[in-house]
Structure formats: structure tokens, C-alpha cells
């Protein structure tokens, strides 16, 4: 019974508009729904993703507007990775950003890869990461784009790091309960700090990895615009998936119990530090309500849900992306 990587990764935005915006028109992915927060209908949930809306390269956004700023610290999903074919790629980008006026460093090493640093306008922290041909889990499809070389987009999710205080509680999970193993570790590039811990899972790899950063010197994060709600990781099936609520049960871990969210199913818990994880079926897959040609065109409700479309949609404010 093993994790297969990283699932998706869930941000707030305080406008949805200007978020797609940045993410289809600047980094080039594919809206695939556009549907509901589930747990509060009144606002939008928007999910990025490769050509196809494959697991394992999604990026999701709930629309909170007037939503204050986040804060740094511990206990957060400091940094989400973006994963792109090689070195080459980070200088299209770079150039892009540029262009763009997009926030940005320059391109630095991070556990052995060529990786670019940079912010979108929510000032979520997020980092591009060459995958120059290294083993591990398979990359996405691209989103076919007329200014994006297909050899230079986006293709998946890469490593996400995790900022605590404390290490030793939140790794005891990753490793006892969740089974990722200890692969390596490299310099932190803020300071004199301890080195980031590397951890995977599956077949490894850059879609497969959480960074630890130990930070006893900061505050505990506040989570606002731009910042990270949780981070999902792939249980391959059903049948594993109900193995896994047995295994936080069995090892007394709260959780959310069984989640059925129509295009995966979910269970929902925090580590000992407080970042919320969750565990999501690789099916059945966005393409269930909508033809794969036409995905994210229309709001799409799950079949719970749409009974209560028109007040639902009597109640979300009007979404112009265009």
C-alpha cells in the first residue's frame, strides 16, 4: 500500500479572476473545472491542470474575495513546485516572467535540480523545477499553447515544502504512518539554517517529494491570499483508499473520515505540526461530468449537488474569465 506522489495542491485566492488570468494566460495551464467549494457553495473552486486534468498535476484555488494577506512562518505549505523538461525551460521562463512582470529569482539548485523561484499576484511561493530527465513519477501532458513551446511547459506538480519548528513529529508521520523514506537533503538559500530534509514516496522523483525546512526562529504562518490550504497525495484506487482510513484509525490519527468529492474520493488530516493533508483516488477523474474536449468551460456541479443549482449559482457572484 504506497502513496504514488502528489495528488493536487489547494490554495486561496482573493480574486479568481486575476488568478486565472495568471495561471492560463501566463504559466499556460489548462482550466479543467470550474465548479464549487464543496464545504461552501457560495464560492468558486477552480482546479489547473495538464491537457488531460491527470492527478498528480493539478492545482486548485478557492476564490475567497477580500481575503487578507497571508503571513510567513511555521506550520504552512511554505513553497508548491511546478514542474517543467529541463534547464532550457527555466530560461524560457525567466525571459517570460520578465516580459510578464512577474516576481522572480534567479535560477539556483535546490536538491540537486535547476529550479526557478518565483511569485504569482496573490504572492503564493512558488518554485519552477527541471526535470532534465530524471527518473520517477511520469510527467503530465502539456496544454497546448501558441506562445508556450510545448517543449518548455508546464507538466506537473514537483516537490511542495513543508515549514515547521519542529521536524521530528511531522517526519514521524511522513515515514511511520505514510510510508515516504529519507532520500537526501540540501543547503537552505535564506541563511544559516538547518539543511531541507528530502522525503519520497512511489516511485520518487520530483512528483513524489516533500521537503522539510526547519525554521525554529519564525512564527507560526497565518494562512491568507496566496497561501496554502493543504496538499493532497495519490492513493492509486478504491480499495487502497478504504485501507487508508483504516490506517489513521489504527493509528489513531483525526481525520475527516471518508470524503466522497465525485472526482476522487478523500480523507482529510493534519500532522502533528497542523498542515492539513489529504489522501485522493486517482479516479474518477475530471472527464466524468464533462467530455475532455470541453472541460472547464461551464460550471460543474457534482450530482449532489445539482439539485441545488439554481441557488447555488443565485448565490456565486458573476465570473468573468475570458
Do not use: C
Request: charged fraction near 25%; avoid cysteine.
Amino acid at each position: 500500500m504506497n502513496l504514488l506522489g502528489l495528488h493536487h495542491v489547494s490554495i486561496l485566492t482573493g480574486k479568481a479572476e486575476r488568478n486565472y488570468k495568471f495561471y492560463t494566460k501566463i504559466l499556460g495551464m489548462r482550466l479543467v473545472k470550474k465548479t464549487v467549494n464543496q464545504d461552501d457553495t457560495s464560492s468558486y473552486h477552480l482546479f489547473y491542470a495538464d491537457a488531460e486534468g491527470n492527478p498528480g498535476t493539478e492545482v486548485t484555488f478557492f476564490d475567497i474575495p477580500n481575503l487578507g494577506s497571508s503571513y510567513r512562518g511555521t506550520s504552512d505549505i511554505s513553497t508548491v513546485s511546478l514542474r517543467v523538461p529541463n534547464t532550457d525551460s527555466l530560461l524560457f521562463w525567466k525571459e517570460r516572467f520578465k516580459q510578464a512582470g512577474v516576481q522572480h529569482d534567479e535560477i539556483e539548485k535546490r536538491a540537486n535540480r535547476d529550479t526557478l523561484a518565483f511569485k504569482d499576484f496573490d504572492g503564493t511561493r512558488l518554485i519552477l523545477v527541471a526535470d532534465n530527465g530524471e527518473e520517477g513519477v511520469r510527467p503530465g501532458v502539456p496544454w497546448v499553447r501558441e506562445d508556450i513551446p510545448t517543449e518548455h511547459a508546464i507538466i506537473g506538480l514537483g516537490p511542495v515544502t513543508l515549514t515547521v519548528g519542529i521536524a521530528e513529529p511531522t517526519i514521524g508521520v511522513l515515514t511511520e504512518v505514510m510510508g515516504f523514506r529519507y532520500v537526501g537533503a540540501y543547503p537552505s538559500l535564506e541563511g544559516d539554517f538547518p539543511e531541507i530534509l528530502v522525503y519520497a514516496t512511489g516511485e520518487g522523483g520530483s512528483g513524489a517529494e516533500v521537503h522539510i525546512e526547519r525554521r525554529p526562529d519564525l512564527p507560526k504562518a497565518r494562512l491568507g491570499r496566496g497561501g496554502v490550504h493543504h496538499v493532497a497525495f495519490r492513493v492509486p484506487n478504491e480499495e487502497e483508499y478504504n485501507q487508508w482510513a483504516q490506517r489513521l484509525k489504527d493509528y489513531r490519527l483525526p481525520n475527516s473520515g471518508k470524503v466522497e468529492r465525485y472526482y476522487f474520493k478523500a480523507l482529510y488530516f493534519r500532522e502533528p505540526n497542523g498542515i492539513l493533508f489529504e489522501l485522493s483516488t486517482d479516479k474518477p477523474g475530471f472527464a466524468t461530468d464533462e467530455p475532455m474536449e470541453t472541460m472547464g468551460q461551464k460550471l460543474a456541479l457534482p450530482p449532489f449537488l445539482e439539485p441545488q443549482r439554481k441557488e447555488i449559482e443565485e448565490k456565486l457572484r458573476p465570473l468573468n474569465l475570458n
